[in-house]
């Protein structure tokens, strides 16, 4: 079983920053990891990706603000947020195992969520 935890989430003030951290217990090379989230009421939704091959995919929402990046040996997954706005406020979870980009339907290993939360 592959285990996911997440840490970095927090309060910060509107055009704040913060960067989470997911550490993976076990090498998912060639695969898709990536970031969702989750707000209350609403359903989940990708937010960026690192594909098999390295290469990036963000959602329109975050793209220019939010960039993910991995340490491949420490197996650690980041999401680096910057000029965060309430609308970003949400759960966020880091996944592994996936197969498209920002469908979670794809992904097979879960963190358990950290929070984020931005106020105005």
């Known amino acids: 079983q592959v285990q996911l935890v997440e840490s970095g989430g927090g309060s910060v003030q509107s055009g704040g920053s913060l960067r989470l951290s997911c550490v993976v217990s076990?090498?998912?090379?060639?695969?898709?990891m990536g970031w969702f989230r989750q707000a209350p009421g609403k359903e989940r939704e990708g937010v960026a990706c690192i594909k098999p091959r390295g290469n990036t995919g963000y959602s329109d929402s975050v793209k220019g603000r939010f960039t993910i990046s991995q340490d491949k040996s420490t197996q650690t997954l980041y999401l680096q947020m910057n000029n965060l706005n309430p609308e970003d406020t949400a759960m966020y979870y880091c996944?592994?195992?996936?197969?498209?980009?920002?469908?979670?339907?794809?992904?097979?290993?879960w963190g358990q969520g950290t929070q984020v939360t931005v106020s105005s």
């Open positions: 996944a592994a195992g996936g197969t498209a980009c920002l469908s979670d339907r794809g992904y097979m290993y």
């Open positions: 076990r090498n998912m090379a060639g695969t898709y």
